[in-house]
């Protein structure tokens, strides 16, 4: 995984993005930074924000398959057009304060 500077983004189409990997940190960290999910209540997710990022890196944060919306840390999955979609999400996530406790590559991009 390369780092990506980026530090600003926007509201985007993702579509024919797919699971990148994991990020683990809270709903409230996630909502600090990207400010409320683009969508809630979804048919496999609760909670949803899709964006680009100013180098054009396409990227969303989702969680699946949950009952209710993860408010403690959880392992947000991370999707994306490759790996790229992980480091920039970890990079603005840092470059905001957050604390990134963990992250990881989904096991079908190594």
């Not at 990227?59 to 790229?84: E, L, M, R």
Request: glycine content about 8%; proline content about 5%.
């Amino acid at each position: 995984m390369t780092s990506t500077p980026a530090s600003t983004f926007v509201p985007a189409d993702c579509s024919g993005t797919s699971l990148q990997g994991y990020i683990d940190t809270s709903f409230e960290e996630l909502v600090q930074v990207f400010g409320a999910p683009h969508i809630e209540g979804g048919d496999k997710t609760t909670a949803e924000w899709s964006f680009i990022s100013d180098d054009g890196i396409r990227f969303t944060i989702y969680d699946w398959k949950q009952s209710s919306t993860p408010y403690n840390i959880y392992s947000w999955h991370v999707g994306g057009k490759n790996v790229n979609a992980i480091s920039t999400v970890v990079s603005i996530l840092r470059n905001h304060g957050v604390n990134v406790r963990d992250y990881r590559l989904h096991p079908t991009t190594w």
